[in-house]
């Protein structure tokens, strides 16, 4: 099966022509998601002894799985956080693939990690985090926070009474859903600021205050969050900054979806503080226009994080000799093998330089303010909160959860867009609305008035 012969060369001839007509598709099916038992009569068993063969196989996945995908790059793809990967970094994720380079240890992967930390430097720049402050690439966000406050915990254990102490990090209700499952896996407990607007300064102090002497004495982080998941939202970076200072907190930032939005001049201003994190979590391939997965943990010392990741073996020994001396991205996040996420990143800014980026992720932020301009200018609609960043939260008066949920699977099913409901506390009661989040430049005015008008039927 490694050999090279008529066959293969036929597969990789399908299979390019493929990623060809895929990535010049500018408006590419919404999907239709068939049940697993669906799927499975209309392909059968793929994998026996024998092998299906490869035409056979690609068949398949060309004619019918895909077909029961949603590509995450349509325009009126809306829902959740979307992406909108450039051609030109997907191009080179066929590139990374092919190369087949172990990114971990600049031994193996001088040249691929030399690609990396070049947009690494950029993104790093963007934050304004002092001199000395880096990163490295991971699969996601998830990955990125988990790996920033094991980093965190292993510093604060650095305090003989902390070894063995269970951990307690402070974090925003509107926080992401990562930073509950990365707690579980670090066995660390997380108390919530109960708020759907920005953390403050005063509130987290206050919340601070309020703890026990045995909670306080396990408090090691604040996470705040910039550009929540759900509305946009940013914390306030400025003051949370001030009182993890004063406590002697690790100051993390997630800002996996928001980031992107640092390199935005219009916005740029909500961000101010984050340059003052111990930490910070970036997404790539959410609003930085890189393919799945594509995610970035900073450190404003990584020397802490080297301390915390380096892992020690016979057989890894040679990676830390003077004669394989470079950058080893497996010492600072908690994954040995990598691969080298960051490449596709690296050639779409080296391809389209920064000036298209900044461009790509202010029309975001125009669609979302024209779609809340729409919105408001509609009778039947109304705006829930003022549109952040690129998030848009909005109610169709008189409709309850299962008519927004109706009406998602209808527009789904018709091919017409993806927009999904959410939840948003209105005098502390939960509110199913709907919500738009903007990432495709490819989006347009009409596109939106397309989606609008579906909800005056």
């Not at 398949?60 to 009126?76: C, E």
């Not at 406590?247 to 980031?259: F, K, N, R, S």
């Not at 111990?278 to 301390?307: M, N, Q, V």
């Not at 527009?411 to 509110?431: F, I, M, S």
Request: aromatic letters at 8%; one cysteine or more; glycine letters at 8%.
């Amino acid at each position: 099966m490694h050999n090279i012969d008529i066959d293969l060369v036929e597969m990789t001839l399908d299979v390019m022509k493929y990623a060809i007509n895929r990535i010049t598709n500018v408006s590419p099916s919404l999907g239709e998601i068939k049940k697993e038992e669906e799927l499975f009569a209309l392909v059968g068993e793929t994998i026996t002894p024998e092998g299906i063969g490869g035409e056979k196989a690609f068949e398949l996945f060309r004619d019918i799985l895909v077909k029961s995908t949603v590509p995450i790059d349509h325009p009126r793809h809306l829902a959740f956080v979307p992406a909108s990967p450039t051609r030109a970094a997907v191009m080179f994720d066929l590139v990374t693939s092919a190369s087949s380079i172990h990114g971990a240890y600049w031994m193996e992967g001088a040249g691929g990690i030399f690609c990396e930390n070049q947009a690494m430097k950029w993104l790093v720049s963007l934050t304004g985090m002092p001199e000395g402050a880096f990163g490295v690439f991971t699969s996601g966000g998830t990955a990125a926070n988990l790996s920033a406050m094991v980093a965190a915990r292993e510093n604060w254990r650095k305090t003989k009474s902390n070894i063995n102490k269970k951990g307690l990090i402070i974090t925003s209700s509107g926080a992401h859903s990562s930073i509950k499952a990365m707690a579980k896996v670090i066995d660390a407990d997380v108390h919530l600021v109960e708020t759907d607007q920005p953390m403050t300064k005063k509130v987290l102090q206050q919340e601070i205050d309020s703890l026990d002497d045995e909670k306080r004495d396990r408090l090691f982080a604040v996470v705040a969050t910039g550009g929540t998941t759900n509305a946009g939202i940013i914390d306030d970076l400025e003051g949370v900054a001030s009182v993890c200072h004063k406590e002697g907190l690790w100051y993390h930032v997630d800002a996996a979806y928001g980031g992107g939005a640092l390199v935005a001049d219009t916005v740029r201003h909500l961000f101010k503080g984050i340059e003052k994190a111990d930490s910070i979590t970036i997404d790539p391939h959410k609003w930085l226009f890189s393919p799945y997965d594509c995610g970035a943990i900073l450190y404003k010392d990584p020397s802490l994080a080297l301390e915390a990741h380096s892992q020690e073996g016979s057989y890894l020994d040679i990676f830390k000799d003077e004669g394989a001396s470079g950058f080893n991205p497996a010492d600072y996040q908690i994954q040995l093998t990598r691969r080298l996420r960051g490449m596709p990143l690296w050639f779409s800014l080296a391809t389209h330089g920064t000036e298209k980026y900044k461009w790509a992720v202010e029309r975001g932020i125009a669609l979302a303010n024209i779609a809340g301009e729409f919105i408001e200018n509609r009778a039947d609609l109304a705006l829930v909160n003022p549109p952040s960043l690129s998030c848009v939260l909005f109610r169709r008066k008189g409709w309850d959860s299962q008519q927004y949920k109706d009406w998602t699977y209808r527009n789904h099913r018709d091919g017409l867009a993806l927009v999904t409901p959410t939840l948003w506390k209105t005098d502390n009661e939960p509110e199913t609305v709907l919500r738009f989040c903007f990432i495709n430049p490819d989006t347009t005015e009409d596109d939106i008035t397309l989606i609008l008008d579906t909800l005056s039927d």
